[in-house]
């Protein structure tokens, strides 16, 4: 009889069955597992090579964009190309660490469309990117890196950082990169100006508010407590005290005044005398960002007013293409005038767009950002597409023609 701690041993021969039946199991797991893989292989090899013959056969030397389907007809990803047979050939000839043959080893089906020129490809790929949101596209499809500083218009304006410019009203100034650099700035300049920073149905009552009863009120925050807000929540300022300090500010942000600069200099200075050297550095270091800032909006700015013309790019087999470009977005896209009535129509479209009226300052919701920095980027790598060639049209207009 054995005690509770002992343990049973079966007998050697049926040990060494038992072994074997386990062997026997593993191997045959082993062997349908090979067999699996092998037959997925050679279905994917079967796959691929009917997608090489198909774009071999039948794809051309021409500008376009492709997209890349899955089993379901999921968009992949989608590219573009001057050439797109050579392109799309490229990615059976890709090494097996590449992010191309990961793509065209998921690939069911491979489409393309062509377009009258590299411009028109360009464009193309990138609304394609933003609206069906390809699995391998990264470049366009995110929109959270950009922000805009937003000047509300309430009876006592806020600045703040926001995503987009959306149909709330006030100014907005972007893109920029970078909320976190941008939230810096707009407190660092609500500080030096005074302006409030509280929600947005906090109560306000200027100084020159009339009240019936005006009672004494102490401020609802501790920046206005300690004198770095105006507090024109508690009588702290009039309406023309508060709405010069937001003239400094819009002048800023324009591009037009270093008045916080100036403050914070000035602070700094102060600081350094009084042996304050941490709090000095701390204003150094703010008057740095508020400077990159203020380089970016005149940049911003400068870039915005030369991208503002009428466009015309000869295409593919004589396909030419006339873009209304204003402030770096492509508002039209009309083929290019033959007959003296199209130029007419042409002319009447780009007056339309380019003599509306708006506002100077008005940004863009975040995609739209990305389609003027796609736009800028374009016409930095292709200077000689912004050589004035007057288009032959009546009117003042900048027509610029991309050349052959």
């Known amino acids: 009889?054995?005690?509770?701690?002992?343990?049973?041993?079966?007998?050697?021969?049926?040990?060494?069955?038992?072994?074997?039946?386990?062997?026997?199991?593993?191997?045959?797991?082993?062997?349908?597992?090979?067999?699996?893989?092998?037959?997925?292989?050679?279905?994917?090899?079967?796959?691929?090579?009917?997608?090489?013959?198909?774009?071999?056969?039948?794809?051309?030397?021409?500008?376009?964009?492709?997209?890349?389907?899955?089993?379901?007809?999921?968009?992949?990803?989608?590219?573009?190309?001057?050439?797109?047979?050579?392109?799309?050939?490229?990615?059976?000839?890709?090494?097996?660490?590449?992010?191309?043959?990961?793509?065209?080893?998921?690939?069911?089906?491979?489409?393309?469309?062509?377009?009258?020129?590299?411009?028109?490809?360009?464009?193309?790929?990138?609304?394609?990117?933003?609206?069906?949101?390809?699995?391998?596209?990264?470049?366009?499809?995110?929109?959270?890196?950009?922000?805009?500083?937003?000047?509300?218009?309430?009876?006592?304006?806020?600045?703040?950082?926001?995503?987009?410019?959306s149909s709330e009203s006030g100014d907005y100034y972007g893109p920029f990169h970078g909320r976190s650099a941008m939230s810096e700035v707009v407190r660092a300049v609500s500080d030096l100006l005074e302006l409030r920073d509280c929600a947005a149905d906090t109560p306000m009552r200027l100084a020159d508010q009339g009240q019936l009863f005006p009672l004494k009120q102490e401020p609802l925050c501790m920046r206005g407590q300690l004198s770095r807000c105006l507090a024109p929540c508690a009588g702290g300022c009039t309406r023309a005290e508060y709405d010069a300090r937001v003239a400094q500010a819009r002048a800023f942000l324009e591009g037009t005044s270093d008045t916080p600069l100036t403050v914070l200099r000035e602070r700094m200075v102060l600081a350094a005398r009084r042996l304050q050297f941490e709090y000095a550095a701390e204003l150094r270091d703010r008057a740095e960002r508020l400077e990159l800032m203020r380089g970016w909006v005149v940049e911003l700015s400068q870039m915005l007013k030369h991208l503002s013309f009428v466009y015309t790019v000869p295409g593919h087999g004589g396909d030419d293409r006339v873009y209304v470009v204003r402030r770096g977005s492509v508002r039209a896209e009309l083929p290019a005038p033959v007959t003296l009535e199209q130029q007419q129509a042409l002319e009447a479209k780009a007056r339309e767009i380019l003599e509306r009226p708006e506002p100077e300052t008005l940004g863009f919701r975040a995609h739209e950002a990305q389609e003027v920095m796609l736009i800028a980027r374009w016409f930095r790598m292709h200077p000689e597409a912004l050589i004035e060639r007057p288009y032959q049209l009546a009117g003042p207009f900048c027509f610029t023609r991309a050349s052959r």
């Not at 191309?100 to 062509?114: G, K, L, N, S, T």
């Open 1 to 165: 009889m054995p005690s509770r701690g002992d343990v049973r041993q079966a007998p050697p021969r049926a040990a060494s069955a038992h072994r074997g039946a386990g062997q026997v199991r593993g191997m045959e797991a082993t062997v349908r597992a090979g067999y699996g893989a092998g037959l997925r292989s050679r279905l994917m090899e079967s796959r691929v090579a009917a997608l090489f013959a198909h774009v071999r056969e039948h794809a051309e030397n021409r500008p376009g964009i492709y997209r890349m389907l899955g089993p379901s007809d999921e968009v992949l990803y989608v590219g573009k190309s001057v050439r797109v047979r050579t392109r799309l050939l490229s990615y059976f000839r890709a090494e097996a660490h590449e992010k191309a043959a990961e793509i065209i080893a998921h690939a069911h089906r491979i489409v393309w469309e062509y377009t009258p020129s590299e411009f028109a490809a360009l464009l193309h790929e990138f609304r394609l990117i933003k609206s069906q949101r390809p699995l391998y596209n990264v470049e366009h499809k995110r929109d959270r890196g950009h922000c805009f500083i937003h000047l509300t218009r309430e009876p006592v304006p806020r600045l703040r950082v926001v995503s987009r410019a």
